[in-house]
């Protein structure tokens, strides 16, 4: 359902999620105010040593990733093909700039003992990123449509693109599991040095755990098939009248999800029992 900044479609129709894309386009906090304000953020965190400025990020960087959703779905970005052309053009400079003069290091991923990271909080260069690659994405998108025309190339594509969201949600499991294995077993201990001998000797690992994601994905199909035909059967009609029991699930879950960031999985050796119970429920709603 295509929604328009501050219109388009009827507020009965509108999900959480609508509303909060379309309230933020609606009060002029844009994806361009979002980066420049994510900046000005890290800017302040590591020229003024405040890095509790930098949690700011949390909700400028990844909001400004987010909306560009809307902004697609809006068909702000493929009306013309200067717009992806310039985001790509414009950001994968930016990544560079930041990685290279800036201070930020040019793993997106959380590596110990570099400080400032990209991810906790996400740094501007997160955004510059997500910039680039949106405006690659859009054009690639005309050019990988042909190319799927071909039924031999979609019969290959189809159960990858059907598997995406899955492997999204999943593909931490596996490196959870091989490292559980080489920390019980201590294979990898002592760590050996990034870039030596021992630590390419490592390297099929990488391959171990596409195979325990392959396996996870073949397992969760039945499961996800199910979940699908229960919630045809029990979605409830769209409108707003009776969306308070998803605003309250979602408020719910916010509230479990925070706490499991801040606090663990088991502060002080224990498992949070209301936490654990509020996100089951909220899901449930």
Avoid: K
């Avoid at 507020?11 to 009060?27: D, F, H, L, M, T």
């Avoid at 229960?230 to 998803?246: D, I």
């Amino acid at each position: 359902m295509a929604t328009s900044a501050c219109g388009g479609e009827a507020e009965a129709q509108r999900s959480p999620v609508n509303w909060a894309g379309s309230w933020s386009n609606c009060i002029g906090l844009s994806s361009p105010w979002r980066g420049a304000l994510a900046l000005a953020a890290d800017a302040l965190v590591v020229a003024g040593h405040a890095p509790y400025v930098g949690l700011l990020n949390h909700v400028l960087v990844w909001g400004a990733a987010y909306q560009l959703g809307f902004c697609w779905r809006d068909g702000l970005l493929t009306g013309r093909r200067l717009v992806p052309l310039t985001m790509a053009a414009g950001g994968g400079p930016a990544f560079a700039t930041l990685v290279t003069l800036g201070p930020f290091p040019v793993s997106l991923i959380l590596v110990t003992g570099r400080a400032p990271g990209n991810t906790d909080p996400p740094s501007a260069a997160m955004p510059a990123w997500v910039v680039a690659q949106v405006g690659l994405c859009l054009l690639a998108a005309a050019p990988v449509r042909r190319l799927l025309e071909h039924e031999r190339v979609w019969r290959v594509v189809r159960p990858v693109g059907a598997a995406s969201m899955t492997l999204y949600l999943w593909h931490m499991l596996p490196v959870l599991v091989i490292a559980a294995a080489f920390h019980l077993t201590g294979l990898a201990s002592p760590e050996p040095p990034l870039g030596s001998a021992g630590w390419w000797g490592l390297s099929p690992v990488a391959v171990d755990a596409r195979v325990v994601l392959a396996g996870v994905v073949f397992a969760l199909g039945p499961l996800e098939r199910g979940l699908v035909v229960l919630y045809e059967r029990t979605r409830p009609n769209a409108g707003l009248r009776r969306a308070w029991p998803l605003w309250l699930g979602l408020a719910m879950n916010v509230a479990a999800l925070s706490r499991f960031a801040v606090r663990g999985f088991a502060p002080d050796g224990r498992p949070p029992v209301l936490p654990a119970i509020g996100l089951v429920l909220g899901t449930a709603l």
